[in-house]
């Protein structure tokens, strides 16, 4: 099974996963360095303060990634180091590291992949009401605009979000994730608002930089399974689907509210703050939808006297699942990554090829999918993870049938290029295939950083890695 050669291989990080040096260069705190220094909030009191050090070492990340003969690197922009107050007047330091990155990523023929939000919103907009406020979106449309201007010449692929389900329901309704808040009104708005700075920004890149530049969107699909086939299991799979999908799907895709999101969340909210004007607002077709797939869930019917579930979303107590009190997660079964997240790859062929089928001609990248292991440093001083190899190998081939499905899948992001900061897990979880010592801030690249790199090479996932991974 073959790639073609148009197919994009690349790796994908994130500003506050990797960076560090957060009060370098001009920077103000973001929600993620009010979460770290929340006690209790991170596994071991993890910070990014410096995380992967990227700020300082992103020529040998360059390297690493030409080393591996990758075509493209997905990063995110830090807000807060463009512009320190969230709006107004912009940071030329921040500026300047952006521009200097995405120059010598082009220089080396990698394509730069660049994300506006990956979740650090800058801490003075929270103070304003964060996503919770429509303000919000209006502040990512002016600094959507002014990233086009001073990168645009530079960029190849401009994403807006990464993942508003996460900065929504994590972070205003679970609060596992920053702000920290768990008020279902908050998650409500904030889905919302997320949609609406998808539009006002897909429409101001698309003003500064006309259509020949794409626009993306990435969200983490949910593909949740009933129990049963009983009516209330299905319903309750179909609860999950609305909350979790459609309530960005809709409106971003076909400019509409889903109803059964109204109905299903109407003791919550009866949805007034969507303005007349803001669905045709949020309705900014992107030209790549991107797609995050990790794993899958299970989900059943509560019945009477069963206690409910918080969804495997990190354990506040709280779940992130706005108005789904009566549905259950079942826990994973089967090999579970080291995040005890389960391995369904067939999963990720039916979502793209079902995604794809109902918008047809839809492009689509998969801008995540990865996994982590507890892999360690052998005596031979590299890192053997099998494990990483087989899920890799496992879900291209998935990404491979869906484009023999039809699917117009045109790229793949492994998650990720480095072990990083995993937001309320600190460093405990590696998703690298890239190692990294928090000691020395040393790279050793793992066997699967080797695989990836003959695929990238070869194309053809019969014979990649054939060579040595058996033997490894
Ligand atoms: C999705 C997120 O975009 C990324 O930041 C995170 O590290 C990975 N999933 C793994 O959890």
Redo the contacts with the bound molecule.
């Keep these: 099974m073959k790639f073609a050669d148009d197919f994009v291989f690349g790796t994908a990080t994130?500003s506050y996963?990797v960076e560090g040096a957060h009060d370098e260069g001009g920077r103000t705190p973001s929600i993620w360095d009010t979460q770290c220094r929340t006690p209790g909030k991170i596994k071991n009191g993890d910070t990014g303060d410096v995380a992967c050090d990227q700020y300082h070492r992103w020529p040998e990340d360059l390297e690493i990634i030409k080393g591996l003969g990758l075509g493209a690197y997905r990063f995110s922009i830090s807000w807060s180091r463009v512009l320190p107050q969230g709006l107004g007047e912009p940071n030329p330091e921040g500026i300047a590291y952006y521009r200097e990155l995405c120059r010598s990523l082009k220089q080396a023929g990698i394509s730069p992949v660049v994300t506006l939000y990956?979740?650090d919103l800058p801490q003075v907009l929270e103070d304003r009401g964060g996503w919770t406020v429509r303000e919000t979106a209006y502040a990512f449309a002016d600094y959507a605009r002014l990233m086009a201007r001073e990168l645009g010449d530079l960029v190849d692929v401009w994403s807006t979000l990464?993942?508003p389900w996460?900065s929504s329901y994590l972070g205003y309704a679970s609060g596992v994730h920053a702000p920290g808040r768990t008020e279902p009104l908050a998650a409500l708005q904030a889905v919302h608002h997320l949609n609406l700075a998808h539009g006002l920004a897909a429409r101001a890149l698309r003003e500064e930089l006309g259509d020949e530049v794409p626009v993306c969107l990435t969200l983490?699909l949910h593909v949740t399974h009933p129990l049963t086939d009983s009516a209330e299991d299905i319903a309750a799979a179909r609860k999950i689907d609305v909350v979790g999908n459609e309530a960005f799907l809709m409106p971003v895709m076909e400019g509409v509210l889903s109803p059964e999101l109204v109905e299903i969340t109407r003791e919550v909210t009866d949805w007034g703050f969507v303005q007349e004007g803001d669905l045709e607002l949020c309705h900014q077709v992107p030209d790549i939808l991107g797609v995050?797939y990790?794993s899958t869930s299970t989900v059943k019917a509560r019945q009477e006297g069963e206690a409910s579930t918080s969804g495997g979303h990190g354990e506040t107590g709280v779940s992130p699942w706005v108005a789904c009190d009566d549905v259950v997660f079942l826990p994973p079964e089967g090999p579970l990554t080291a995040?005890g997240w389960n391995q369904e790859p067939d999963a990720l062929r039916r979502l793209l090829v079902q995604v794809s089928r109902r918008y047809p001609g839809q492009e689509l990248m998969v801008t995540?999918n990865g996994a982590a292991f507890s892999d360690e440093v052998s005596s031979d001083g590299q890192v053997h993870d099998p494990d990483r190899v087989a899920y890799l190998r496992q879900h291209l081939t998935a990404v491979a049938q869906a484009v023999e499905e039809g699917a117009q899948v045109t790229g793949y992001f492994l998650?990720?290029l480095l072990d990083?900061f995993?937001?309320s897990w600190g460093y405990q979880k590696r998703?690298g295939m890239v190692r990294v010592d928090y000691e020395t801030l040393e790279r050793t690249p793992k066997d699967s950083a080797k695989w990836y790199a003959d695929l990238a090479r070869s194309r053809d996932l019969d014979t990649v890695g054939e060579d040595w991974v058996a033997g490894a």
Aim: net charge negative.
């Design positions: 994130a996963q990956h979740w990464n993942e996460c983490n995050n990790y995040m995540e998650w990720s990083n995993e937001w998703f």
